[in-house]
């Protein structure tokens, strides 16, 4: 009956660590802005960014990657050794990170829960899971950045790349096969939050960033310059 408790109060506390908008307080204290009234109305490092400038974004990032990291710390406090109840704190970490009950709003007579897109909380919980994972996901995830040109792809291949990582590592025996329970539900997750950039991405309108923004710049430039 203790355990059964712990795995509740593990949980529950993954949700609301992952509900902690960073995003929103960090823009607040610097220049007083909601971030949800800025670009797409996200809480997360992106958005950040567009509200307050680079620092701001960065550090929000960086909050949100360690809040899904530290669901590992609180699982090994009140529950150590099970893997299942890891995966479950990380991924709760980002749904909490995506709909913040403390960001829970009325919004025409409706409930709505609001937050980010749910990536650098990914990375985090990945990193609960498996702390060397940094070194994979990061580099990979600047290159799709870089040269796929789109922040919302760039999102979605953090859980990718974590679920082809522990795909690898379960085949070799060197992780449980639970952990890429992690990185498929991860995915879902992210993909459901990133709807309306998925559909832009299918019209074509959706935001270039990286190389191929620069790219697109100069072509248009000497489109327009020939």
Excluded at 54 to 75: E, N, Q, R, S
Excluded at 120 to 142: E, K, M, R
Excluded at 144 to 161: E, H, K, R
Excluded at 163 to 186: E, K, T
Aim: aromatic share 12%; charged share 15%; glycine share 12%.
């Amino acid at each position: 009956m203790l355990e059964i408790g712990n795995i509740t109060l593990t949980l529950v506390i993954a949700y609301l660590m992952g509900s902690i908008p960073f995003g929103y307080l960090v823009v607040k204290i610097i220049n007083g802005r909601d971030v949800r009234e800025v670009a797409s109305g996200r809480t997360g490092g992106t958005n950040a960014m567009r509200a307050a400038g680079l620092g701001a974004g960065v550090f929000t990032a960086v909050l949100d990657v360690l809040k899904g990291a530290a669901t590992a710390w609180v699982v090994t406090w009140l529950v150590s050794g099970q893997t299942w109840v890891q995966v479950g704190a990380a991924l709760l970490a980002i749904i909490g990170h995506n709909y913040s009950i403390f960001l829970l709003k009325r919004e025409n007579g409706r409930w709505v829960f609001r937050g980010g897109a749910g990536g650098a909380t990914c990375l985090g919980g990945a990193i609960a899971l498996w702390n060397p994972i940094i070194w994979i996901i990061l580099p990979l995830a600047l290159l799709v950045y870089l040269f796929v040109g789109y922040a919302s792809v760039t999102t979605m291949s953090i859980a990718f790349i974590a679920m082809i990582v522990f795909i690898i590592r379960a085949a070799l025996g060197l992780s449980p096969w639970v952990y890429v329970v992690y990185g498929a539900f991860a995915l879902l997750v992210l993909i459901w939050a990133l709807r309306p950039n998925l559909k832009r991405l299918f019209e074509g309108t959706e935001r270039v960033v990286g190389f191929r923004a620069k790219w697109l710049k100069k072509k248009v430039y000497e489109k327009f310059n020939n």
